[in-house]
């Protein structure tokens, strides 16, 4: 399969532990993104990287939370002392470079976070 | 702040009928608007992508409009069939790409047989 891969697909931790997912793009894409998702929600923008470089991060993404792609290729999302409140899916996607015309984003299937 | 309303939380159609879904905005003036669709337990697919000079974009059974004085866009499934259920999201963006995208929260789908 070459689609966006991530792992865990599920996770349930105890409030107040560390976690950390795992993206990884299609590998001809530069662009990687994270969304967060809740119940009957529609996705929100987490952070956004080309390449190796964070270049834009929501006010969502407080200091609990760090997202890292070293090299280009995969991605990294950690939550430091998890809240119930983070208790969602976390999406990721990746595109290629954009070119002046529209890139499509292709979603991973997400990791759903349970905080107990 | 920006806000997006997608018409009822769900829709039931009869298949073979067309699946017309809203989207409206306030306080934003993207320009682009995306379409995705998503399944129980799945990330979101891409779909079509219209831009804000745009009327219209056709892609096989499915038909986007964006009217940028009405802040709306309208999302349509011709021939409906049962396959085509599944929660749509319109997503709003200044960009082509998946950068910073305002995300409805959906409407439902159901196409009864």
């Known amino acids: 399969d070459t689609g966006v891969s991530q792992d865990p697909r599920h996770k349930i931790t105890k409030r107040g532990q560390n976690v950390t997912f795992r993206c990884d793009p299609i590998?001809?894409?530069?662009?990687l993104y994270w969304y967060r998702q809740t119940l009957g929600q529609g996705p929100e923008f987490l952070t956004y990287?080309?390449?190796?470089?964070?270049?834009?991060k929501s006010r969502l993404l407080s200091d609990r939370f760090s997202a890292e792609r070293p090299k280009g290729s995969f991605s990294t999302l950690e939550i430091q002392r998890t809240e119930q409140g983070d208790s969602a899916m976390y999406l990721c996607a990746s595109s290629r470079g954009y070119t002046g015309g529209n890139t499509e984003a292709f979603f991973g299937q997400g990791t759903r976070l349970t905080v107990v | 702040s920006q806000k997006i309303e997608q018409n009822s939380e769900a829709l039931n159609i009869q298949e073979g009928k067309t699946a017309t879904l809203t989207c409206n905005y306030t306080?934003?003036?993207?320009?682009?608007l995306q379409w995705y669709r998503q399944d129980p337990g799945r990330g979101p697919v891409f779909l079509l992508l219209?831009?804000?000079?745009?009327k219209e974009k056709r892609k096989e059974r499915l038909k986007v409009t964006f009217d940028t004085t009405l802040k709306q866009s309208l999302f349509h499934i011709t021939a409906s069939q049962p396959a085509d259920s599944a929660t749509y999201l319109c997503?709003?963006?200044?960009?082509?790409?998946?950068?910073?995208?305002?995300f409805g929260s959906g409407t439902q789908l159901t196409v009864l047989p």
């Open positions: 590998s001809e894409h530069n662009r």
């Open positions: 306080n934003y003036s993207p320009a682009y």
């Open positions: 990287f080309q390449n190796e470089a964070q270049l834009e």
């Open positions: 219209i831009r804000e000079n745009e």
């Open positions: 997503a709003l963006s200044l960009s082509g790409s998946a950068r910073q995208l305002t």
